[in-house]
């Protein structure tokens, strides 16, 4: 088999030119010579890179016809595939969470989705709806979701206007603080929960150990001898059934305790 010129044939042919002159010419012919020979070789050079370039550019399935999608962004096609074979596991841990915390307030509870795409729920955060089934008083609930994975319920009823009139249906049905309320852990496991989860970790953040609850909900922290509120809890349990509430946060690993109409909590 024939061995490649490793230099090219172009540059052979300009470097036996160069020693023929070198070898024969003298004076102020072998200036002129040397200097035609490196234009013409100049010359070929330039063209054959010309119709090099014309060639890639005007021939279909050359190395610089690049696929429909563009070959820098295989690294993201990976990761786009890891995301898409994900979600089908996230929804499901969702939906479990969803299945705990509604159970823990109303056993034998079913529900299903109402809201479209709730992967993308379970992704990005926000509110959702879900119909509810074996849920005295209630048809729906609203799934709020944040980007901490906190989760937290609103029950609703709601009945068509035929309902209403019929008498099948009612347009004030039991608030949700009539069933929350009255049990302090269904409230923390559906509402409170996820709420001061989110209080605890940026408080924690900026320095502070303890907040304080008063009975309409108001989460505040002392500064300076002055109470600055931040969020308000809402369905706060009445202060009949602290006790019970200090026993669910302490089960929650937080060290609770009533003072006077606040209740306090450290960590």
Wanted: aromatic letters at 8%; one cysteine or more.
């Amino acid at each position: 088999m024939q061995a490649k010129n490793p230099l090219g044939k172009e540059l052979t042919l300009l470097i036996v030119a160069v020693l023929a002159i070198a070898a024969f010419a003298r004076g102020e012919w072998q200036t002129w010579l040397l200097a035609g020979v490196f234009a013409i070789f100049g010359i070929v050079m330039l063209i054959k890179w010309l119709r090099k370039r014309k060639g890639n550019v005007g021939k279909k399935g050359v190395k610089i016809h690049w696929p429909r999608r563009a070959r820098p962004t295989a690294a993201t096609d990976v990761g786009d595939a890891a995301s898409a074979m994900a979600l089908p596991a996230l929804i499901r841990h969702v939906n479990c969470r969803i299945t705990a915390y509604l159970q823990s307030a109303f056993p034998g509870a079913t529900w299903e989705w109402v809201s479209e795409e709730p992967d993308m729920l379970a992704v990005n955060g926000g509110t959702g709806r879900i119909r509810v089934f074996d849920v005295p008083g209630y048809n729906y609930a609203d799934i709020k979701m944040d980007q901490r994975a906190g989760m937290s319920f609103d029950m609703l009823k709601i009945a068509s206007l035929s309902e209403v009139k019929s008498g099948g249906g009612s347009v004030n049905p039991a608030p949700a603080s009539a069933v929350l309320s009255a049990d302090p852990e269904v409230w923390f496991s559906l509402q409170g929960k996820s709420v001061l989860e989110s209080c605890i970790s940026d408080l924690r953040a900026h320095g502070h150990s303890k907040l304080g609850i008063k009975e309409n909900g108001d989460v505040f922290v002392m500064r300076e001898g002055k109470e600055i509120v931040g969020q308000r809890l809402k369905n706060f349990p009445d202060k009949s059934v602290w006790p019970k509430l200090i026993k669910v946060f302490e089960k929650a690993g937080l060290s609770a305790a009533v003072a006077g109409d606040v209740v306090a909590l450290t960590w």
